[in-house]
């Protein structure tokens, strides 16, 4: 039957009624800008939407008589009195953990295993008795994954299953997914530690010292460059950086030598003071702790997905204290580097505003991509002029490994030269700086 004259013409999405949103991963600025842009346009168009508390925590626990979903407790039903006035707002509405479906398949045949695939049955189990018929994921890689897998088992439910439709949102202020030029929170959080770092140059400057700064950056150095270049750092070094001549072995894919990063930063503190700069700051990624040597990080605690706790390694201070003693032994100076770790001051942080105007638009493109193009498996990405694309989640995923791929900055890239040109460089002669304290 043709629609009447005058009658809104019929969507793609049509059907998509509820709207279920999770939130999942670390806090990130403008993630409030996210879900009130999908929010709202969906309640403006007459469909309801359910925000998830805490990430997929209560949907993995769910079971029809232990642990039902309970409205203002597990999950609130949206408003735009909700959600209207909160793009600029610190914090996370829905909350935020990182438990999620999925982590016990590590193939695709892992799929078709009942023990395996528990909690993501747990999860759909929980949308459909919520009628729920589209899921938007606002999260890093962990529940990039967890999106693509609820997608994948989905596609192998007999044919008459209820399904509920998949958008991922990404979010990560390590800005090193694939599939997108920068992710919301990255500008916030290198603006937030970039200051910092101005603030520690100072500090240097006063006291005659250096810094040696370790910043968030799980794998790549998006931030740790970010940071270094805004704040105006000596030097930055991180996964990209390690080379043969900076491994134990000798080899691109070796252990991390730390006497040979130490030389490293020696040679640029060597430099500055040729000049008469006896200060500064050196910014390193704490990815660089993945590769140190097993010995090193046998101590260190792990992640819910495995991952290396970074934190815990305090790349900054072994460091310091190695650079200390280079330093020692070339000048005979007992030379003061002290370490400091940044990024959690970060994650909440008052959003940029690139990062609002580029979390609205991801949030919109939910919304266009689940009504308007009728998509399902997809991931919303923006280009250019904040132009929506929609990436096929199965081409941002290895379906042999089942992981997602680490976006690191191309050593060929403008980005990388810029750092490279800004540092301090070996290959300048000597000029006239400020003089040094007595040490």
């Known amino acids: 039957m043709s629609p009447s004259p005058g009658a809104p013409p019929t969507l793609p999405g049509d059907r998509i009624r509820r709207v279920g949103i999770v939130f999942s991963g670390g806090p990130a600025p403008a993630a409030n800008a996210v879900i009130a842009a999908a929010a709202i ?19 993995v626990a769910w079971d029809p008589v232990d642990h039902r979903l309970v409205a203002d407790e597990h999950y609130r039903r949206l408003t735009l009195a909700d959600v209207r006035g909160i793009r600029n707002a610190r914090g996370v ?13 590590r193939t695709l045949d892992d799929l078709d295993d009942p ?126 950086d390690v080379d043969p001549t900076l491994t134990i072995d000798g080899t691109a894919s070796g252990a991390l030598d730390l006497d040979r990063l130490a030389a490293r930063i020696d040679l640029a503190v060597a430099a500055a003071e040729a000049r008469g700069k006896h200060h500064g700051v050196v910014v390193l990624a704490e990815g660089l702790a993945d590769r140190l040597p097993a010995d090193i990080i046998a101590h260190a605690g792990r992640n819910e997905q495995g991952n290396l706790a970074q934190g815990t390694v305090d790349l900054a201070r072994l460091v310091a204290a190695r650079v200390t003693e280079r330093h020692a032994r070339r000048t005979g100076v007992r ?19 690139f990062d609002v105007m580029l979390g609205s638009q991801l949030g919109i493109g939910a919304y266009r991509a689940l009504v308007e193009e009728g998509l399902d498996g997809f991931m919303v990405s923006v280009t250019g002029q904040l132009d929506l694309h929609y990436l096929p989640l199965h081409t941002l995923v290895d379906r042999t490994t089942t992981r997602t791929e680490i976006r690191y900055i191309r050593r060929d890239s403008d980005l990388y030269r810029l750092a490279r040109f800004l540092e301090e460089r070996t290959d300048r002669g000597p000029q006239w700086g400020p003089g040094r304290r007595r040490e």
Do not use: C
């Open 41 to 59: 346009s969906f309640l403006e168009d007459g469909r309801e939407v359910i925000g998830f508390f805490h990430g997929f925590s209560n949907l």
């Open 93 to 105: 509405l829905l909350g935020t953990s990182r438990v999620g479906p999925g982590a016990e398949v």
């Open 115 to 240: 023990a395996r695939t528990g909690n993501l049955r747990r999860v759909l189990e929980a949308l459909d008795a919520m009628e729920i018929d589209a899921l938007v994921t606002i999260g890093g890689d962990g529940t990039l994954r967890a999106a693509w897998l609820l997608y994948e088992y989905q596609a192998r439910l007999p044919e008459d299953s209820r399904r509920v439709a998949i958008v991922h949102l990404p979010k990560t202020i390590d800005n090193d997914y694939r599939g997108i030029d920068f992710t919301f929170g990255f500008f916030t959080a290198v603006d937030v530690m970039a200051k910092e770092v101005e603030n520690l140059r100072a500090d240097a400057a006063a006291t005659s010292s250096w810094f040696i700064i370790e910043t968030m950056g799980r794998k790549a150095g998006w931030l740790s460059y970010g940071v270094a270049i805004a704040g105006e750092a000596d030097l930055v070094l991180a996964a990209e």
């Open 335 to 353: 030379k003061r580097f002290k370490s400091l770790q940044l990024g959690y001051e970060s994650r909440s942080a008052p959003p940029h505003a």
